[in-house]
């Protein structure tokens, strides 16, 4: 079983910056698939970003340019930097953990609000 603790959501006015992080302590980190997905209301969830065990990274079309997951192993974390935030990037923010065959897990989630 792997748990994962989120952190860094909050209130931020457009145009700023949060630091999502995503922490899995006590778990073969290094070899799990990483990502960020966001769930505004009576939306779908979706993926913002991914990071793969051996670094290569997916966006969403949406952040591209704007958001940047990073992982590092050596802390078994993941951080999404998220620059030029946009109200429309409000919504609860989760993280990812696939490996194949042995489990895929969720965060509790951190919710992001983008508002003057």
């Known amino acids: 079983q792997v748990q994962l603790v989120e952190s860094g959501g909050g209130l931020v006015q457009p145009g700023g910056s949060l630091r999502l992080s995503c922490a899995a302590p006590?778990?073969?980190?290094?070899?799990?698939?990483m990502s960020w997905y966001r769930q505004a209301p009576e939306k779908q969830r979706e993926l913002v970003a991914l990071?793969?065990?051996?670094?290569?990274?997916n966006y969403a079309d949406s952040v591209k340019g704007r958001f940047t997951i990073s992982r590092d192993n050596a802390k078994n974390t993941v951080y999404l930097q998220m620059n030029s935030l946009k109200p429309e990037d409000t919504a609860g923010y989760y993280c990812?953990?696939?490996?194949?065959?042995?489990?895929?897990?969720w965060g509790q989630g951190t919710q992001v609000t983008v508002s003057s």
């Open positions: 990812r953990a696939q490996r194949f065959s042995v489990g895929d897990y």
């Open positions: 006590g778990s073969l980190f290094s070899s799990y698939v």
């Open positions: 990071i793969s065990v051996g670094g290569m990274l």
